[in-house]
């Protein structure tokens, strides 16, 4: 019989038709590539009416959205960011001149721990802002997050790079917090290759990360500051908003194929155990995570490698907790501890064929039945 091919955890979709193909060559045809143009423009447009917020700034990266918000807010001081999350955040914070604090996850949830937040809040002083973020599709608790924030007078910027299309309390944008920003990397729901997404309430601002993604220019240029150029081309937003044309029917296909994979994870009986997602919650089912409370001899890369010996490809994300890098040790954490020493990711895709779901149900099944 033949090997299956191999299937990887994040395989980026863009559908192209001919269609796109065309729209993209007219784009190059055109000459007005980048520098604010107008299919920036429309799909900004286009994404706000989507989140059902009043205005939304695209810029190069989910790293660069998160960078450029936390520089216009500026002010430095201490953040407050959980360590269960990718290092771009962290990244984003150090660069604007941020001290970080981490802080634990929810034990069910995976996102930041309004318990632990209050303690810190309370203990740590100089915190100026809060960084919550998005795991995997499930928002944190955002209102409970903000409220604490606000106590204390501090901002909050929200990485909901893993989070377009997901809903909290029935609506894809909460007003709640600062800031709040998105991806549309190649290995998130609406790619652009590279892109970000910055949405805010305060109008000044947007207009100041407007000025900040294109080198801080502006008019009377001798009011310019230093900036970034960290915008968002023609050619990447024609490519986001043909996936946002089609992007209800993506979420649907993801839904559809992560409810699966849930309840085969539920089906182990506790040997994988499943992200909480709670009542107020739609997930966009960004990633499919899975937690091994006891992974057993070899630790969870034996359990990944069960699964790559079934021609699955899992990953370890996050990994490693972002209070294990040498430069950042320190902090106690020990929900995030136990979190990352058996979460692994599974392979879910914007499109997946009958078979390689039903491949992906049965392995977790076996593996979860070969575990010690
Ligand atoms: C992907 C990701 C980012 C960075 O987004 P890029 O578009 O890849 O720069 C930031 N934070 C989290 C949690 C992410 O998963």
Avoid at 55 to 62: E, L, Y
Avoid at 68 to 85: C, D, M, W
Avoid at 217 to 245: I, K, Q
Avoid at 285 to 302: E, I
Wanted: glycine share 8%; hydrophobic share 45%.
């Amino acid at each position: 019989m033949d090997t299956p091919e191999r299937i990887p955890w994040v395989r980026p979709r863009f559908e192209p038709d001919d269609g796109l193909m065309a729209e993209l060559r007219e784009c190059l045809e055109s000459g007005q590539v980048t520098n604010d143009g107008p299919r920036v423009a429309r799909l900004e447009e286009a994404l706000a009416r989507y989140l059902g917020a009043p205005d939304a700034v695209t810029v190069s990266s989910g790293a660069m959205a998160l960078l450029l918000s936390a520089s216009a807010l500026g002010g430095g001081g201490r953040a407050i960011l959980p360590a269960f999350t990718y290092i771009a955040t962290l990244a984003a914070l150090v660069h604007a001149g941020f001290e970080p604090v981490f802080c634990d996850v929810d034990p069910a949830r995976w996102t930041l721990d309004p318990g632990h937040l209050e303690e810190l809040l309370a203990r740590v002083a100089g915190v100026t802002l809060v960084v919550p973020v998005n795991a995997y599709g499930v928002p944190p608790d955002l209102d409970a997050l903000h409220a604490l924030a606000r106590g204390h007078g501090a901002r909050v910027l929200y990485d909901d790079a893993h989070g377009l299309g997901s809903e909290l309390r029935g609506r894809r944008h909460h007003e709640a917090g600062a800031v709040r920003c998105l991806s549309l990397h190649a290995t998130k729901v609406l790619p652009a290759v590279e892109g970000g997404l910055v949405v805010a309430a305060a109008p000044d601002l947007l207009a100041r990360l407007r000025r900040l993604r294109s080198h801080g220019l502006d008019v009377p240029l001798e009011r310019s500051v230093p900036g970034f150029n960290a915008r968002l081309d023609e050619l990447r937003a024609t490519l986001a908003m043909h996936g946002l044309e089609r992007f209800d029917a993506t979420l649907d296909r993801r839904r559809a194929y992560g409810a699966r994979l849930r309840a085969a994870i539920a089906a182990t009986g506790g040997i994988f155990v499943n992200q909480l997602h709670p009542p107020d919650v739609r997930s966009n089912f960004a990633n499919l995570p899975l937690h091994v409370p006891a992974p057993g001899p070899g630790g969870v890369d034996a359990v990944a490698a069960r699964f790559l010996a079934a021609g699955i490809q899992t990953r370890r994300y996050f990994h490693p907790p972002l209070h294990h890098l040498e430069a950042f040790r320190g902090a106690s954490l020990p929900v995030t501890e136990r979190l990352c020493r058996g979460m692994l990711c599974l392979p879910l895709h914007a499109r997946m064929e009958e078979p390689v779901l039903e491949r992906l149900e049965a392995a977790v099944a076996a593996v979860a039945e070969a575990l010690p």
